[in-house]
């Protein structure tokens, strides 16, 4: 046996950062330090009060399964927060608990998708959509979203697309741009979707991170639509893989049956924990986190241009900013790789989120603290002006 028995869908771009990471390693065995701008995790642990429900649990339950849809006190706890947040009615039993978001992707575009069938998506994007589609055998229609639209689709791109795609994924804040779509340009998108008979999946991880615009979640606009959620990001629980989908009524059985065989539940020790990061305690330490995310990015916004990397996506929110550096290079990865071996700062190549032009990007991210990111400028400007 060898690599030609491997399948044609197990063909999947990999993930550049990943090599980044690798460099870092290195470095740090060496004894070299090395500023991180290209995680895409939160630095900080749970909530002080998972941690102290996860203690509880783990002594007072045997910790089996769950149900397959989700631990019925969490899907309870993701409703109320979901209501409460956005002024909707949501139902616990729309909600779908899995292993992370990853898993309500893989679950939801089984669910709705068959061999063929197109989805449309933004580019820039967050790159495991296009791996997962392109593994299942979904055709990708990419929407080329630039500063014209502050990276976001619209409802005017979905109208001029030659055939009407099956599904539609938008997330907002986006990941690599951090930009949040306007609440009345995704009420249009849903609108679009519904009239079309398109499936709207909107990718939802990184609300509750917001420098100050609003966020919409797609179900105040359509009860057709599928969001998406996670406790990875603003909840700082990146490592418990729990995420979760609000869905319509008529697909709940089908993704029952599918989750049955897929993943079985999502981890229970982290589903039980998990019901706690949607208490208010929880929110009055999270919010501190966004505080500070914030002040790296107040730090960006005023460096880079002194440095000459004025063009970048502003964030409104999450974790990134996506800076053009086509000045400099045309091969962003290499860039990026001589950026960590020669000032010790590792920024994330933007082809893992742009096939077309992301050679001439890169992605900062947000996590590190306002000090490193200033740190980084610094070095960033000295190797720019050699
Ligand atoms: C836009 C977006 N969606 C989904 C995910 C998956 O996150 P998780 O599976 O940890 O919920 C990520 C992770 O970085 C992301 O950036």
Redesign the pocket.
């Known amino acids: 046996m060898n690599a030609a028995q491997l399948s044609n869908r197990s063909q999947v771009e990999p993930f550049r950062v990943m090599r980044m990471l690798d460099l870092v390693q290195r470095r740090a065995r060496e004894g070299k330090e090395t500023i991180m701008l290209c995680a895409?995790?939160p630095e900080t642990g749970a909530p002080e009060a998972v941690l102290h429900e996860a203690e509880i649990a783990l002594r007072s339950s045997p910790l089996g399964y769950t149900e397959v849809l989700g631990d019925r006190q969490l899907r309870e706890a993701v409703a109320a927060w979901h209501s409460a947040t956005y002024g909707v009615d949501t139902n616990a039993d729309n909600v779908i608990v899995t292993t992370?978001?990853?898993?309500a992707?893989v679950a939801a575009f089984l669910a709705v998708l068959d061999q063929g069938d197109s989805v449309a998506l933004s580019c820039p994007g967050?790159p495991?959509y296009r791996n997962i589609l392109g593994a299942l055998g979904a055709q990708i229609v990419d929407l080329q979203c630039g500063e014209e639209t502050r990276f976001q689709p619209t409802a005017a791109m979905l109208e001029a697309l030659p055939e009407k795609p099956k599904a539609v994924i938008v997330?907002s804040p986006g990941?690599p741009t951090g930009t949040i779509i306007d609440p009345a340009e995704l009420e249009r998108i849903a609108e679009w979707c519904d009239l079309n008979g398109t499936v709207l999946i909107s990718?939802e991880?990184?609300h509750g991170m917001s420098f100050g615009r609003p966020t919409a979640t797609a179900r105040a606009y359509s009860e057709n639509a599928i969001t998406v959620g996670?406790l990875?990001k603003y909840f700082s629980m990146?490592g418990w893989?729990v995420?979760w989908m609000i869905v319509p009524d008529y697909m709940v059985d089908a993704l029952e049956n599918l989750l049955g065989s897929l993943a079985l539940c999502a981890p229970a020790i982290s589903q039980v924990a998990g019901r706690a990061a949607f208490t208010l305690e929880a929110a009055a330490e999270l919010d501190q986190h966004v505080a500070v995310y914030q002040e790296t990015r107040e730090v960006f916004l005023a460096e880079l241009p002194k440095i000459g990397l004025g063009t970048f996506a502003e964030p409104d929110g999450g974790l990134y900013l996506w800076v053009d550096v086509s000045d400099y290079t045309q091969d962003s990865e290499a860039w990026a790789r001589e950026l960590v071996e020669e000032i010790g700062v590792a920024v994330a190549p933007g082809v893992d989120f742009d096939p077309h032009h992301g050679n001439q990007w890169v992605r900062l991210s947000l996590c590190a603290s306002a000090a490193d990111a200033r740190e980084a400028c610094r070095r960033l400007g000295e190797f720019l002006a050699r």
């Open positions: 895409g995790q992370g978001s990853s898993g992707f967050y495991a997330t990941n990718d991880d990184y996670t990875s990146t893989r995420g």
